[in-house]
């Protein structure tokens, strides 16, 4: 089952201009990922955010966290063109030692209009 | 390092037939995932491994498919016999219990089951 929802599903918007995607989950999480896939790829991480972290920076990204409401958002900067992608967050429900396995939300589709 | 590496990159087969994905994780990386993706059902987690050994199989759909890691470079996900609603693009991922536990993907393998 589907562990986060992404929203929008779809965005359209004008390079340079700011891109904001949002991510909700249903249980408790341990971290939270946002990954890229440009069509026809496999995914690329892009940033991970601990579960007592609030907020994370990394080049032109910017991610929230909100544990109280189960969500996340990702704030691209300056769009470009080269941004156009599916950008999915993805959780990881368990703490404590080992990598887990990640429940992925189903993606919002970035199109940036040169 | 030349990332995940996955085989075939395509593969068409009829139903009924038997169908092996390959894997080659990342060196070092000790932990290793399989993931399907459709339209309909977005990014699933079928099974993961930690040190060569399977520790959740509960995403595997049903008794058709079986994965194996016998070594900590090489692993297999084979459906048998396969239908047509085995048609997805399957990604292995690995990762390091080093860090953040962020997951590198290979490029996919597309299966079409007719």
């Known amino acids: 089952s589907q562990q986060g929802e992404e929203d929008p599903q779809a965005l359209s918007i004008q390079e340079g201009e700011n891109a904001t995607m949002n991510c909700s989950y249903k249980t408790s999480i341990n971290n939270l990922q946002w990954y890229r896939q440009n069509s026809g790829r496999g995914l690329v991480h892009l940033i991970l955010?601990?579960?007592?972290?609030r907020e994370k920076h990394s080049g032109r990204l910017r991610v929230t966290l909100d544990t109280s409401k189960k969500s996340s958002s990702l704030l691209i900067t300056a769009s470009r063109a080269a941004d156009t992608a599916s950008y999915f967050c993805a959780t990881d429900p368990y703490s404590g030692g080992g990598a887990d396995g990640l429940t992925f939300g189903k993606g919002t589709h970035l199109i940036i209009q040169p | 390092d030349a990332g995940v590496i996955q085989s075939p990159r395509h593969e068409v087969t009829e139903m009924g037939q038997e169908v092996t994905l390959r894997c080659k994780p990342i060196?070092?990386?000790?932990?290793l995932f399989w993931y399907r993706q459709t339209m309909m059902r977005g990014l699933e987690l079928l099974i993961y491994f930690n040190n060569n050994v399977p520790i959740d199989d509960s995403g595997m759909p049903e008794d058709r498919f079986s994965a194996k890691m016998p070594n900590a470079s090489f692993s297999t996900l084979k459906i048998q016999p396969s239908e047509p609603r085995d048609s997805a693009v399957y990604f292995c991922?690995?990762?390091?219990?080093?860090?953040?536990?962020?997951?590198?993907f290979g490029p996919g393998t597309r299966l079409t089951v007719t």
């Open positions: 060196s070092g990386h000790n932990s």
């Open positions: 955010i601990r579960s007592n972290e």
């Open positions: 991922a690995s990762s390091s219990t080093i860090g953040d536990y962020e997951q590198y």
